[in-house]
């Protein structure tokens, strides 16, 4: 879990620390005040340390290291012990010591495995250097915020280009993965890394952006690999977790306990066909999923991600304006489906300016159900300065909520026309 961001000179921050919650982040703002940039700038470093950390599941070694960690269970069991008893004892053996030198050997031999199993794990991930973090971070944020070069992500609340550099730390939980880097107000695509990370992180991250992706599905991550487009790079990781198969067995009866108040808002079930389109299943009709609501279409995108595994377990969801094209009605269900996957495990990140999604994560979070959640609140007020960040436990700490002021002043107005 991320314990903290420090930013300094990015965009429209000066200098800023965020002191983050493992379950619940709430972002608030008004529109143009760096609530997306700094999403994708938490989301860019997060993912450039998860995808080499991913890496341990192409070899299958942890597959194999259970399998083992159930043989070493089986042997201490009866039924192992019946086995052993059937073949034949040497002379100098009683049946006893048979047993037990029988227990010894196998799980002698299994440990064997198993420590083999683990120096290859060990060097089949590359351990973190500086030449590949500096390349694939320049890359991610280039690839994410989509300036025209990299220089431009600096702030301009700084006076004199020699000043000009920008930071960006994240300061982790497991220490070893902590990451920090900068780079110049003339840099065109590269990046300095000042602290090098000793381990990967393993949990992987998720970007919900502000539209949905699922219409945009069919064929975008072979278009987006082999020409240039100017979507930004959340368009291409999300479709490519969107496309993994879904879970089974325990995982998969998990997942179906997260996805059923969203299945019951969409009145039907998320369907990936084999022509590569998604379909909204209700009951025997069938609907194509451009032909879907478009709020619906984010809360089907939602399921799916749920049904993949992609947010389920620990990892990490930043997600631009969730209340986006949604009713109240269904701004309520997401209130509750964001505080269940903080249960699961998932540190959560959004970035809203919704006065109603505020007030029902409040709620919610002060029944029995979700008491034992720990959020943060960060206020982006923009100054002549910068943009200047205020943080508390709870939304009571920041001083200044743009759109509360807007509420209660359109309330005014309201019972002025009496």
Known sequence: MIKSFRLKNFTLFREEELHLSPNLNVIIGENGCGKSHLLKALYSLVAVSAEQGRKITDHNLAEKINIID???QFIQTMEFEQIVSSLPIPDSFSTKEHLEQSKNNYGLSLKRQREDLI????GSINKP???FLEKGCAEKLNNVLRPERLGNLTSHHVIGDDDRRAELFISNADERTDIGISFSANSQSGVQVES??????????VFFPTRELLTLYPGFVSTYDNHYLEFEETYRDTCLLLGLPALKGERELRAKVLMKPIEEAMGGEVILDNNGRFYLQ???????MPLVAEGLRKFAMLAQLIATGALLDKGYLFWDEPE???NPKLIKTLAKVILDLCKQ???VFIATHSLFLLRELEILQKGEEYRTLSPRYFGLNITSDGVKVEQGD???DLSQIVVLDESLLQADRYLDME
């Open 282 to 288: 209700q009951g025997k009709k069938r609907i194509e």
């Open 119 to 122: 120096k290859e794990i060990e």
């Open 196 to 205: 090098l990370p000793q381990s990967w992180i393993r949990e992987k991250p």
């Open 324 to 326: 986006a094209n949604l």
């Open 70 to 72: 159930a043989k070493l």
């Open 129 to 131: 250097t500086k030449a």
């Open 345 to 347: 495990g998932i540190q």
């Open 394 to 396: 709870e939304i009571y």
